[in-house]
Every structure is written in structure tokens, then in C-alpha cells.
């Protein structure tokens, strides 16, 4: 299996991006990020031609998360399911060829201090909550998305500069360690142990060109699924070109199971 994941910021105004991306790549999964349409304007049969099916929990404007299989997809549920007041839509998790795959958009966090980074932090408590209620870390699941936050200094080209940004700040390193704390091993990181490896750029600043980003998407795993992982990394040529997302796709592939 290999599985692809992708902020998109719009799958309409990134579609045509997409659509080619899927052809060349031809992942067997495919995790989206931040679609910014509702479900009825999904473009499933674009996406359907390609031989993949789609499960959607979208959202008019922000947010939104799907995952795409060229399998069937199984038990799909959206959002956290914690009877919190929470219209946000980003979570959806499905079953794949006996994966489960668990795709999060997690809140950028606006500024430190604000509302919106008192709601971050809580988000990732509550999907850590999430993974202990209906998760098992000894059976393959892969937990994806654009989790907002790097994780090390090697995945930020200046730690000192955002060493106070929501991206970086210690307390939303401490959230994702407690998240990944659950037993899930980042797998780009058992294939690549080198700095400077990024999936996101700011449109600003020639941030690109120069390779000043941040690694922020990442494909998580549980130990018996990292165990067959056999590949990983990161489609950057895909932050080029006209009308970019700017966040590349990162992927991973795993050997078969037994």
C-alpha cells in the first residue's frame, strides 16, 4: 500500500494539480486537507474516473478532510464523536485492506494566546482522547494529516525564529508528543534521519525558492504497520509550478502484511 497525504487549500481551485498528481503517482490511498467545499460539492466523479472511491466530511469555506481509496473504504466516521459543540470538520477515519486510516486536519492555532491557540491545544488533547477510545496501537492504523506543528528542530530551517510561532511553540510540540505518545512512529523519520526536509512554504518572502519551510504533514503509524514500511518521503516538485498548494504531499508505502 502506498499511501499519500495532501493539504490541498481547495481541492477546486487545486483540482486540475490533483487530478494529474494522482495519475503520475498513482497512490492506493490518498488523505486530503483543508478542501473548503461541503460534501455535495466534492468532486467525486472526476476523482471516481480515476479509479478512486471518496469519502468526504467537508466543510463550505475552511477546513475539510477525505480520504480516497482505489479499495473499499469501511466503517467511516467523521469527526471526534466527543459531544463537544465543535461545527469544525477535521477528522474522518475509514478502513483499507485492514488499515485503518485516520486523516486530521489539526487547527493552525492563529496566534499564541489567542482563542484559536486555546482551541489547538485542546484539539490535539481530544484526538489523543480519540486514538485511547477507538484505537488499538498493536493493530496497523496510519494517522495523517497536516498536523500543523513541527515536531523537531531538523524540520524547521530556523528553530530560533519560530520558536514562538503556533507551529513550533514548545507547548504544541508537547500536544503532538502526547498524540503520538499513544505508540505511532513518524515514518518519514525511519527512512530520513537528515534537517531541511519540508512539505510546507509560505506563499511569502521567495519562502520556496529559498527552502525556508517547515515539515508540519506527516504520515504517523502504529508499530506493527511501521514494521512494513518500507519507503517514505516527500513529493515537493508538486509546490511548484502555477496556482500551488502551499503544502507538497508527503507519502509512505508498506509492504504487505501477513
Not at 176 to 198: C, I, M, P, S, W
Request: charged share 30%.
Amino acid at each position: 500500500m502506498k499511501l499519500a497525504c495532501w493539504n490541498v487549500n481547495s481541492v477546486r481551485a487545486r483540482l486540475p494539480r490533483v487530478l494529474a498528481w494522482l495519475e503520475k503517482e498513482k497512490p492506493d490511498v490518498v488523505c486530503l486537507q483543508e478542501l473548503k467545499v461541503e460534501d455535495a460539492e466534492f468532486p467525486s466523479l472526476e476523482i471516481e474516473a480515476l479509479g478512486y472511491r471518496a469519502v468526504v466530511h467537508g466543510q463550505r469555506t475552511y477546513n475539510g478532510v477525505g480520504i480516497l481509496a482505489r479499495g473499499e473504504l469501511r466503517d467511516v466516521v467523521r469527526g471526534l464523536g466527543d459531544g463537544v459543540d465543535d461545527p469544525q470538520a477535521r477528522l474522518i477515519a475509514a478502513s483499507v485492506d485492514g488499515v485503518r486510516v485516520v486523516c486530521v486536519y489539526v487547527p493552525n492555532g492563529g496566534e499564541v494566546g489567542s482563542d484559536k491557540w486555546d482551541y489547538k491545544r485542546a484539539w490535539l488533547r481530544r484526538l489523543r482522547q480519540w486514538l485511547d477510545r477507538n484505537a488499538d496501537p498493536k493493530q496497523p492504523l496510519v494517522l495523517c494529516g497536516d498536523f500543523n506543528v513541527s515536531p523537531e528542530a531538523r524540520d524547521v530551517h530556523d528553530p530560533a525564529a519560530w520558536e514562538d510561532s503556533v507551529l513550533y511553540h514548545p507547548e504544541a510540540r508537547a500536544a503532538l508528543q502526547e498524540v503520538t505518545a499513544f505508540g505511532l512512529r513518524d515514518t518519514l523519520r525511519l527512512h530520513h534521519a537528515d534537517a531541511g526536509l519540508y512539505s510546507w512554504w509560505d506563499y511569502r518572502m521567495l519562502a520556496f525558492p529559498k527552502n525556508r519551510g517547515l515539515r508540519i504533514d506527516l504520515v504517523l503509524a502504529t508499530e506493527p504497520l511501521a514494521a512494513r514500511c518500507v519507503a517514505a518521503g516527500i513529493h515537493r516538485d508538486e509546490r511548484k509550478g502555477k496556482q500551488p498548494s502551499d503544502h507538497a504531499p508527503v507519502w509512505a508505502e508498506f509492504a504487505p502484511g501477513t
